[in-house]
């Protein structure tokens, strides 16, 4: 999927394709124009942000932890952003704050904290965070609760998680039910995501 910036919302590739066909070359969603360089984008962003909007937090935070868009890499203003992006509610903020606890970026390194903060990420339906979750406990041996992780995320449609319970299966780890189960469950959110214009937009190199 697509990010806009104008009004932080996402949009499909293939809806994306769709609406251009409409003749609609501005944001599916607000009629903005797209910004032609990183100042103006920043400017949108910056707008949002200034409206408290947690997702341009969350966003502004990542541009600033990679350093593009014109900023300087800046890890302590990144967790700063993400922290109030996570009180107003983004689970992405939570997720990114538990990445920089877990790695010890822009604060010192905890891995408790990154552990809860992942948890809270997952429990609001933030997938990747889910798996991370399923990793951590599958290194420290833990293999049912990893299964169980993974399981939640494949039925979200992260592939990452069915390939993770595919190779616990062909190693022995996982059952058969529980490796069709998660193929079920991963068949079933990719079929509710595809469209012919989203097959259109893969073709097209989206």
Avoid at 139 to 157: E, P, V
Avoid at 190 to 197: F, L, N, Q, T
Wanted: hydrophobic residues 35%; proline residues 1%; contains cysteine.
């Amino acid at each position: 999927s697509g990010f806009n910036t104008c009004c932080m919302k996402r949009i499909c590739y293939g809806c994306n394709v769709a609406a251009r066909k409409r003749g609609m070359h501005d944001c599916a969603f607000c009629r903005t124009p797209s910004p032609d360089n990183d100042a103006d984008e920043l400017v949108m962003v910056e707008a949002r942000v200034a409206k408290k909007d947690p997702v341009a937090m969350n966003f502004l935070g990542e541009q600033y932890y990679l350093g593009v868009l014109g900023l300087r890499k800046d890890m302590r203003k990144a967790f700063e952003l993400w922290q109030e992006a996570a009180g107003l509610g983004s689970n992405g903020a939570l997720y990114n704050l538990g990445y920089a606890y877990d790695h010890g970026y822009g604060i010192q390194q905890d891995k408790s904290k990154a552990y809860e903060l992942y948890t809270k990420a997952a429990m609001e339906g933030h997938v990747l965070a889910r798996h991370t979750l399923g990793f951590i406990e599958g290194h420290k041996g833990n293999c049912y609760r990893a299964l169980r992780h993974f399981l939640i995320s494949t039925k979200m449609g992260g592939r990452d998680s069915m390939e993770q319970i595919k190779g616990a299966f062909m190693g022995g780890v996982a059952t058969k039910e529980q490796y069709s189960r998660a193929l079920r469950g991963y068949q079933e959110a990719v079929e509710e995501m595809k469209s012919h214009d989203r097959d259109e937009a893969k073709r097209l190199g989206y």
